[in-house]
């Protein structure tokens, strides 16, 4: 679906003047702007641009009426009435895309969610995991709950942290990386740390390292934003790139522990920890280890597995 629109005043937000014009709540607006599905005279931009008189907008949505129900296995931590824990697996996609139409956990859940839970093209979807990227993923059942854990993401209050394995050893052994990221200069299918992008922030602490010539550090990772491919992004500018990362690893990665790692086709990268607000029982935390073949490479490594301190 392709929506056009054409600025006849100047001044407003575009997501504030999109969100009045189409009535989609403002915090959904934003999340179709961040994932790029609205462009203003043909160019990707940011909600906080200021619109000029003959601006032309477009809003570019899935067709409707083609999500449907497929039995796919998935991991469900926790279920109530309001909400869906998952435990998402690194192959699985989370909503439907160009180039995943189907098998993705929405067409999963699909049975168990209002359609009218947030976006009706990826209903109850309130944050995502990219693929390659395991772990915990909240989704919302009705569309009061949704807008009730959009405004705990919008409010940086959701805690995430993650479980990393990257080369070398990132100095200091704890610390923050506090980058804007945007879409990078030379290919714009990849962000990048660049002077005009979103602020972020990715704070760190290395757990454990090898003691070899060329080391390997498995880092905790708590996100205090929560930008596309954040922390892929942050570490990879300190020249500590995840481990079989196709997109942000090194151009030739360093030979040791090739062989251990050639059949890895995604980054070594967990959701392992996810805190919030559930809209009626209050604060929930969770946390799961990481899926075997990151386990495999952990014992690979000798790490002491009371690190991960599940």
């Keep these: 679906m392709k929506k056009d629109f054409f600025v006849f005043q100047s001044g407003k937000r575009l997501d504030r003047w999109l969100a009045k014009a189409t009535g989609i709540p403002r915090n959904?607006?934003?999340?179709?702007?961040?994932?790029?599905?609205?462009?203003?005279?043909?160019?990707?931009?940011k909600a906080s641009y200021k619109l000029n008189m003959g601006d032309h907008i477009e809003l570019r949505l899935s067709p409707k009426g083609q999500l449907e129900a497929q039995d796919i296995a998935v991991d469900i931590v926790y279920q109530d009435e309001e909400i869906i824990v998952v435990n998402k697996s690194p192959d699985m996609v989370v909503h439907p895309a160009p180039g995943h139409v189907d098998g993705t956990l929405v067409n999963a859940l699909l049975p168990l969610i209002d359609p009218d839970a947030g976006d009706p093209q990826r209903p109850g979807i309130v944050h995502r995991l990219d693929k390659g990227t395991s772990g915990l993923l909240v989704v919302?059942?009705?569309?009061?709950?949704?807008?009730?854990?959009?405004?705990?993401?919008a409010a940086r209050t959701i805690k995430r942290e993650y479980l990393a394995l990257?080369?070398?050893?990132?100095?200091?052994?704890?610390?923050?990386?506090?980058?804007p990221i945007g879409r990078s200069n030379n290919n714009r299918k990849r962000m990048a740390v660049v002077e005009d992008g979103k602020y972020a922030k990715t704070n760190y602490h290395v757990l454990a390292y090898t003691p070899t010539s060329t080391p390997i550090s498995l880092v905790r990772c708590r996100l205090e934003t929560g930008r596309t491919h954040q922390i892929r992004v942050h570490?990879?500018?300190?020249?500590?790139?995840?481990?079989?990362d196709p997109t942000y690893g090194f151009?030739?990665?360093?030979?040791?522990?090739?062989?251990?790692?050639?059949?890895?086709?995604?980054?070594?990268?967990?959701?392992?920890t996810l805190g919030f607000l559930h809209p009626t029982k209050g604060e929930m935390n969770f946390s799961v280890p990481p899926p075997e073949e990151f386990m495999q490479v952990l014992k690979w490594l000798q790490f002491p597995f009371e690190n991960l301190a599940l």
């Design 140 to 153: 919302a059942k009705t569309a009061k709950t949704a807008d009730f854990l959009i405004e705990q993401f």
């Design 235 to 244: 570490l990879r500018s300190k020249n500590h790139p995840l481990l079989c």
């Design 251 to 272: 151009a030739k990665p360093p030979k040791f522990g090739q062989t251990k790692l050639a059949a890895i086709a995604h980054p070594l990268l967990h959701a392992q």
């Design 166 to 179: 990257v080369w070398g050893i990132p100095k200091p052994i704890t610390g923050f990386i506090e980058a």
């Design 28 to 45: 959904q607006i934003q999340i179709y702007i961040k994932e790029e599905t609205v462009l203003v005279n043909s160019r990707i931009t």
